[in-house]
């Protein structure tokens, strides 16, 4: 916050979190600047008479919110006449709070919506609802209230009680398009972030199934496979029945009270580690595919001694595959494909050794393997910067949200630039 200049005098506020405040600035808590209300739900939520996709109010939700990063836009449902009735109805720039699920987010509607009683509201608010909107956006203001145990808990007296700086309205708005400004130019270096590590996973997924389908000699022969998941291999691999190549067996059942947080041995299911038991069922190096719901088709690789639950299927290699190339031959097969059930997604072992698998000479494993393994350790090493690049930017948004709302930096002289073509260099910006 170098870069930004102070104000002239300050003043204690006697709040932990404001600490010092402009000297003419106001301690005010929220619910002398609004009455703090609760939404409502129409009981029970989920009956079908109180939705209606033509309906004029969109019904929200607590993953709505999380979802959205400022305004409200949108939202999968939405009520009838009669469920809006019951509930609580906000216009277009109204603000409210999540007091449940992602407790202490808050969000502006960008649309009509109804609120339920995860949410408080503040409908006669006489400072800019986006100056709020940001107070609480700098994840101070809250800390420390209506703990229970590990829990933050918030609700309509808790928020009230908030202490906040106040100054005139018009000093408020400036802060704001202040804020509006700077926390864009930080959000767009963080899409940058997020979009290269799509694409540095899009590139490590397109050369590892190169690798993994077509081998690394480019001027191999080619042929037809006849598999329905792949088209052309190279003439000398080998094109085997799964049930031939493979064996494939269902882990067994344990119980979740013989899971806990430590124990000899891992157990696995479809998603990896589950926990630790005193008991293993398998011995040596194995790849497992998980067999239900979501994680239908999942795949994994296990070492030395653990338990397969019954969410997932060991593979058994009768052939010599890698256990690296294999991993990555199933996860291409997209074995979640050949679900037995639509409401229940579930592989069944019967299903997969019908199906025919590709196998290349050893020593060419043993090649795409150390390839798989190189391209995982880069992706991941530039994946680490990325997402320390996109943390440290979060910090420096949260820090520079908190030090104006609190008043730590002066930006009553502050003017949006003349064209939005003038951008600041993106370096200044992460500093």
């Not at 190549?245 to 344990?254: F, M, P, R, V, Y």
């Not at 494909?337 to 043993?366: F, T």
């Amino acid at each position: 916050m170098s870069k930004y200049q102070a104000y002239p005098n300050y003043k204690e506020s006697g709040e932990e979190w404001l600490g010092s405040v402009p000297d003419y600035w106001d301690i005010i808590q929220i619910k002398h600047l609004s009455v703090v209300k609760r939404g409502a739900s129409p009981r029970p939520i989920d009956d079908a008479k109180y939705f209606d996709d033509d309906g004029e109010y969109a019904w929200t939700r607590i993953a709505d919110v999380t979802a959205s990063d400022v305004y409200l836009i949108n939202s999968p449902q939405r009520l009838s006449e009669l469920g809006s009735s019951l509930s609580v109805k906000l216009e277009p720039e109204s603000l409210f709070l999540s007091i449940a699920g992602t407790v202490g987010k808050p969000c502006i509607t960008g649309m009509k919506a109804c609120i339920h009683d995860g949410f408080v509201y503040f409908p006669e608010l006489k400072i800019p609802s986006k100056f709020l909107f940001y107070v609480f956006a700098g994840e101070q203001a809250y800390k420390g209230l209506g703990k229970f145990g590990t829990q933050l808990n918030l609700n309509t007296d808790t928020v009230g009680g908030i202490k906040i700086g106040c100054t005139s309205n018009v000093e408020l708005e400036n802060i704001v398009n202040f804020l509006d400004h700077e926390t864009a130019k930080i959000d767009t270096l963080i899409e940058k972030q997020q979009q290269l590590i799509k694409l540095l996973k899009e590139k490590r997924q397109a050369v590892i199934i190169h690798a993994v389908t077509k081998g690394l000699n480019p001027k191999a022969p080619m042929r037809h496979s006849g598999v329905e998941w792949i088209d052309k291999v190279p003439v000398h691999w080998k094109i085997l029945r799964l049930s031939f190549a493979l064996k494939l067996q269902s882990g067994d059942t344990i119980t979740s009270d013989s899971i806990g947080k430590v124990g000899k041995y891992l157990v696995y299911g479809g998603n990896g580690v589950r926990g630790y038991t005193s008991n293993y069922n398998c011995d040596g190096e194995y790849v497992l595919i998980g067999r239900q719901g979501a994680l239908c088709g999942n795949i994994n690789m296990a070492s030395g001694k653990f338990f397969a639950s019954e969410h997932a299927i060991v593979v058994y290699p009768k052939k010599p595959f890698k256990n690296v190339y294999l991993a990555e031959m199933l996860r291409f097969m997209n074995l979640g494909q050949y679900s037995v059930s639509a409401a229940q997604p579930g592989v069944s072992v019967e299903r997969l050794d019908l199906l025919k698998v590709i196998m290349p000479p050893e020593n060419e494993q043993i090649e795409i393997s150390k390839l798989i393994i190189k391209e995982q350790a880069v992706f991941e090493s530039l994946t680490s910067e990325c997402e320390n690049m996109i943390a440290l930017l979060q910090e420096r948004r949260t820090a520079l949200i908190s030090a104006a709302v609190t008043g730590k930096i002066d930006v009553r002289n502050w003017q949006p630039p003349k064209s939005s073509n003038n951008k600041s260099n993106d370096k200044e910006v992460a500093a």
